[in-house]
Structures are given as structure tokens and as C-alpha cells.
């Protein structure tokens, strides 16, 4: 079936650091590939998403690239600020399937 | 637009009791559902529905009910509170024909505490 595996937690960096957090999913077909981030107290909401192969999602300077052949969807940024801490989900859409289905999350931290 | 609003933010309840949790959208999306958040387990769909008068179950119903008489509207209730039933609860809607791979929409979440 299909599921999502990400890097677990908790990631702390320093500000300005570069951010990699590792996605790689398990799908027939093609699926989407999505980055929902939580901020404290608030709900998900979508950071960015890719609908094919190698499509790059990017927003807020965090990209992520669709890859089939390794089926990845590694979530980059090259340089942190501390407004970025949150919790960072990993999901996948598939038409074929009855729900989203999400990674367990991985919580970053960023120091000053 | 207030996009998907739920109430309340944060509940304790004593073990048996009952109560609903409110979800509602005003972006007239037909496709609505409810999670829960469970530290290292990511979201786990409960119930959902793809309109009005139609609701189906998710991968984890046991102790939750749902109904859908509006568009607008999706409650969630728990009949006999367990205190398994801890947890962070998200509504979430995408708009008709949206399908799964396109984006959802979340709620703030109710903070959900059974003791």
C-alpha cells in the first residue's frame, strides 16, 4: 500500500544553517507529494507540493523535488530563521487511495 | 474568508462522558474529514465526507460519530469519552472535485484531554 516515511525528530540548527529533512514515499502510480508545516498552536497548513516527476515545489525559500526514481521528496532550505521552527509533515495524494496519507511529522528548532 | 474554524480549542473531559467537537468551512467545500494527531504518529484519518447527507470511516472510527445534514458543517462526536481519546483533533475540507492530490485545507485544531 501506500506510505510515507520522513527523518525523525527533533532537528535543532542555528539560524542561517541549511536545512535538509528527508521524505521518501512508497506508491503505484503518481501520486502527489505535498509539505505541510505546523506552526505552535496552529492547525497544518500546505507549504508546497509537486503533482508529477521531477516538479519542484518551492515557497518561503523551502524547495522539494519529485523524485520517481528514488522516491523522495527531500524538503531543502538554504538558510533557517527562527520564525521557521515548527513541525514539518511529509504527505502523499494518490486518486486511487481513500485518504492523504502523512509521515509522523519532524519537529525543527532553530536557535538564534 | 474565515476558511475552516473549529470549537473548542482545548477540552478536559472525565472518562464516559460525551461531547461534540464543531468544525464548520465557508469556502463551500464538499469534502470534509477529521483527524487526530498522536505524537510520532502523524495524522490518522477518522471519519470523512464527500457532501452533504454522506459520511464514511476512516482508519481509526471506533468511539467517534459523525453527520453531515449541511455543506458547511461536520461534527464529531464522542459518545463515551476513553482516555485513549487524548489527543489533537483537525477538521480538515478541499473543495469538490479536488481529489486527493490536491491540497486540503486544516483547522486550528481542539486540544482534546480525557482523564
Known amino acids: 500500500g501506500n506510505s510515507v516515511t520522513q527523518m525523525e525528530g527533533p532537528v535543532t540548527l542555528s539560524e542561517e544553517a541549511f536545512l535538509t529533512i528527508n521524505c521518501t514515499y512508497t506508491?503505484?502510480?503518481?501520486?502527489?507529494l505535498f509539505w505541510y508545516v505546523q506552526y505552535p498552536g496552529e492547525g497544518l497548513q500546505l507549504l508546497l507540493k509537486?503533482?508529477?516527476?521531477?516538479d519542484k515545489g518551492s515557497n518561503k525559500g523551502f524547495e522539494a523535488t519529485y523524485r520517481k526514481e528514488t522516491t523522495s521528496f527531500h524538503l531543502e532550505k538554504g538558510s533557517v530563521q527562527v520564525s521557521d521552527s515548527a513541525v514539518y509533515f511529509c504527505a502523499l495524494g494518490h486518486s486511487s487511495a481513500s485518504k492523504i496519507i502523512f509521515g509522523s511529522g519532524t519537529r525543527l528548532s532553530i536557535r538564534p | 474568508n474565515a476558511g475552516v474554524t473549529q470549537t473548542p480549542k482545548f477540552q478536559v473531559l472525565k472518562t464516559g462522558q460525551s461531547m461534540t467537537l464543531q468544525c464548520a468551512q465557508d469556502?463551500?467545500?464538499?469534502?470534509m474529514s477529521w483527524y487526530r494527531q498522536d505524537p510520532g504518529m502523524g495524522l490518522r484519518l477518522i471519519h470523512y465526507s464527500v457532501g452533504a447527507g454522506i459520511t464514511d470511516q476512516g482508519e481509526v472510527p471506533n468511539g467517534y460519530n459523525v453527520s453531515r445534514s449541511t455543506t458547511e458543517d461536520f461534527p464529531l462526536r464522542l459518545l463515551s469519552a476513553a482516555p485513549s481519546q487524548t489527543s489533537v483533533y483537525f477538521c480538515?475540507?478541499?473543495?469538490?472535485?479536488?481529489?486527493?492530490?490536491?491540497?486540503?485545507?486544516f483547522g486550528p485544531g481542539t486540544r482534546l484531554t480525557v482523564l
Open positions: 480538515a475540507s478541499r473543495p469538490k472535485g479536488a481529489g486527493l492530490r490536491d491540497t486540503q485545507y
Open positions: 506508491a503505484t502510480g503518481y501520486p502527489s
Open positions: 509537486a503533482t508529477k516527476a521531477d
Open positions: 469556502m463551500n467545500h464538499e469534502y
